[in-house]
């Protein structure tokens, strides 16, 4: 008899059954959606990440190479990719960090890389060329200006972030 107290009858196994696989397929069909409403908040916080890349007092007047390591999400893999940037001090001693990406083709420009063009940006792909603050040089391949990082200094240390475009010069 008490056995029966224990029993599970049909309509409860049915209710049981049912609002278990109910709630799993909600589940199922909530999680993209909460997802989808998330991700821009939490790229928002990658995008803003700023990496270390020079100490401001070997910053000068005259463009520099530095190389550094970017930290890239695709998905679930993570890897670290190069990254290049010119940084110089401009007349009012401002800092200004450069992408070295051609805005023709995608080579990589290199500072007083044409002898007869001195202090200039030169790509020798197709020969094109910008001015020190990036500007692209009418009559050459490129017609946009170099891109600019975002930067930051903290501590004596330079930071950079994403490398954003500019207008049509
Ligand atoms: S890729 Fe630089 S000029 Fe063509």
Redesign the pocket.
Known sequence: MSDNKHRVSRRQFLNYTLTGVGGFMAAGMLMPMVRFALDPVLKGEAGGEMVAVAQVKDITTEPKRFDFKVKVKDAWYESEEPRSAWVYKDDKGEIVALSPV?K????TVNWNGDKEHPNQFF?P????RYEKDGTNVPG???IHPLDRYELKVKDGTLYLGKAKPRGEA
């Open positions: 051609c023709h083709l995608g080579c790509c792909c197709h020969y094109g050459t391949p490129p």
